[in-house]
């Protein structure tokens, strides 16, 4: 998931104007069993490590419930 996603990044920065930001956008899933968490946990924790030292990007979480 985080390859395809760095390779289209890089395709956005390389035609952005230098004045722009790029917003990533994360489902954060709130299961309704705390089992589930183990499942869903870590994928906006390793967007946000691997986007933390890039220029102009922003990561934006959204609460997302899954049934």
Same mark, same amino acid.
């Given at each position: 998931m985080i390859e395809p996603l760095l390779e289209y990044m890089e395709r %956005?920065?390389?035609v952005k104007k230098q004045n722009e930001i790029i917003t %990533? /956008? #994360?489902?954060?899933?709130?299961?309704?069993?705390?089992?589930?968490?183990f499942l869903h946990m870590r994928t906006a924790e390793t967007l946000r490590k691997v986007l933390?030292?890039? *220029? *102009? #990007? #922003? %990561? /934006?979480e959204v609460p997302y419930q899954v049934h």
């Open positions: %956005i920065e390389a %990533i /956008v #994360v489902p954060r899933f709130i299961p309704k069993r705390w089992w589930a968490n933390l030292n890039r *220029d *102009d #990007v #922003v %990561i /934006v």
